[in-house]
């Protein structure tokens, strides 16, 4: 059956919605430092410990939870997971705002984490609706709408916090009901009666998912590519302000206008640029286009000595943004219309391992070679070692697009039973 045409204001409900997502990320970092020393009555390095642990216990429900509303999406549909979670997000953010001990700030995060997985719904959204060759480009929109939450979130944040380190939650939970309003009215269920299937346990789960998915020859190469790319991306937000300081001397307000910049060119490549360039080429060499300016990007970082020079190879990190499109739209292609969700799911839960393992890899690392009396001082590592992932990944994403004798049988056997 075919894709059913998104509307205007349904393709702009779900880039609102994957915006606020990231936002919801950036929001509360510029307050969370006095939120916490007011909460928990210590002092800042106490503050930072349980800032760790909150982001981790984020992370690890993302990772949980992405396949289970995934799966529940594939059953129930877009609309009502969307919806719900919505919903209970704004809930949410009103327990963060008044919350007046660290357990319950513990438990908002924890919902949080679970509610913010709808990355994976919203990506089986724009599958639903996007014919095998638009899926590339169309899934640049959700990373558009990701970098777009991730410049506004932290400045909003910032600008909010000046009346309070709660604020910043009010206006979370004000945007995100309006949001749900706006999808109520606007957003139409996109997943048809004849691919909706029986919402299994067993498969809504990382390590249940991941085994059904991996029966789909030369995927499970893909999703070892992703993972390894996700490792080696989530060094910028993971390191970069310590890096900067350590290395350029800069300030916080340097820093932060340097993320901006970074981040409005991810939103240019994934929400415009790779519209232009995947139908020229294929989603396949897009891949392998920007895993190249991820390498180039990370072996310059690694060694750059100047601020000005960083600059000059920003834009060679924006084009590697290509990279989670393209390997959405190639993965998807590879599985049925009713495991759309499912695989979003997926994905979503390799993204909350990198979310989990690279910040504490990086910044340990970072550590090492920048301690006084470091036997090599040496502040581009984390860089380095992102560089290395990459090329795995490369290794990885060329061994998984390779057409193989199974592959072709597994393509054979689709065709038949499409035909049939």
């Known amino acids: 059956m075919s894709a059913h045409p998104p509307t205007r204001n349904s393709l702009s409900f779900i880039f609102v919605t994957v915006a606020l997502e990231a ?19 210590s002092g800042l390095s106490d503050a930072a410990r349980w800032g760790g642990l909150l982001t981790f216990i984020y992370a690890l429900m993302q990772f949980l939870f992405g396949p289970a509303l ?5 059953h129930l549909g877009r609309r009502p997971v969307l919806l719900t979670s919505l919903f209970v997000l704004a809930i949410d953010y009103v327990i963060m705002a008044v919350a007046g001990s660290l357990a319950l700030l513990i438990f908002g995060r924890m919902l949080a984490g679970i509610c913010g997985a709808t990355f994976s719904v919203a990506s089986a959204f724009i599958a639903d609706v996007s014919s095998k060759e638009d899926r590339a480009k169309n899934f640049g929109l959700i990373g558009a709408a990701f970098g777009v939450g991730f410049i506004i979130g932290p400045a909003l944040g910032g600008l909010l916090g000046e009346f309070g380190a709660r604020a910043p939650f009010i206006a979370a939970a004000v945007l995100t009901f309006v949001n749900f309003l706006f999808g109520y009215f606007v957003l139409p269920e996109t997943l048809t009666a004849g691919n909706r299937r029986p919402f299994s346990l067993q498969r ?4 249940g998912a991941l085994r059904q998915l991996m029966s789909i020859p030369t995927l499970g190469m893909l999703l070892a590519s992703v993972l390894l790319f996700d490792l080696a991306h989530y060094v ?4 970069w302000s310590y890096f900067a300081a350590e290395t350029f001397h800069w300030s916080p307000g340097e820093i932060g206008v340097s993320l901006a910049v970074v ?4 939103a240019v490549v994934q929400g415009y640029i790779i519209r232009v360039i ?3 080429i294929g989603a396949k060499r897009t891949l392998y ?4 300016c991820n390498l180039i990007a990370f072996v310059a ?24 499109p393209a390997y959405s739209g190639l993965m998807s292609n590879m599985v049925a219309d009713d495991q759309q969700g499912e695989l979003q799911g997926m994905l979503s839960s390799v993204t909350g391992i990198g979310m989990i393992i690279t910040p504490v890899a990086t910044t340990q690392l970072f550590a090492v070679f920048t301690a006084p009396g470091a036997a090599i001082y040496f502040p581009g590592a984390p860089f380095a070692l992102s560089a290395i992932l990459i090329i795995l990944a490369a290794v990885c994403a060329v061994i998984g697009l390779t057409p193989t004798h199974k592959t072709k049988l597994h393509e054979a056997a689709d065709s038949k039973d499409q035909t049939s």
């Open 23 to 41: 936002m919801g990320i950036g929001l509360i970092v510029p307050v969370l430092p006095s939120l916490l020393t007011e909460i928990s009555g």
């Open 70 to 74: 995934g799966n529940l999406s594939d």
């Open 204 to 207: 809504a789960n990382p390590l």
């Open 236 to 239: 910028y937000p993971s390191i």
């Open 263 to 266: 981040g409005v060119g991810f």
């Open 278 to 280: 995947e139908p020229k």
């Open 289 to 292: 286009l920007s895993l190249l």
């Open 301 to 324: 970082l690694s060694v750059v000595t100047t601020g000005l020079v960083a600059y000059a190879f920003f834009p060679f990190s924006a084009l590697g943004a290509m990279a989670t």
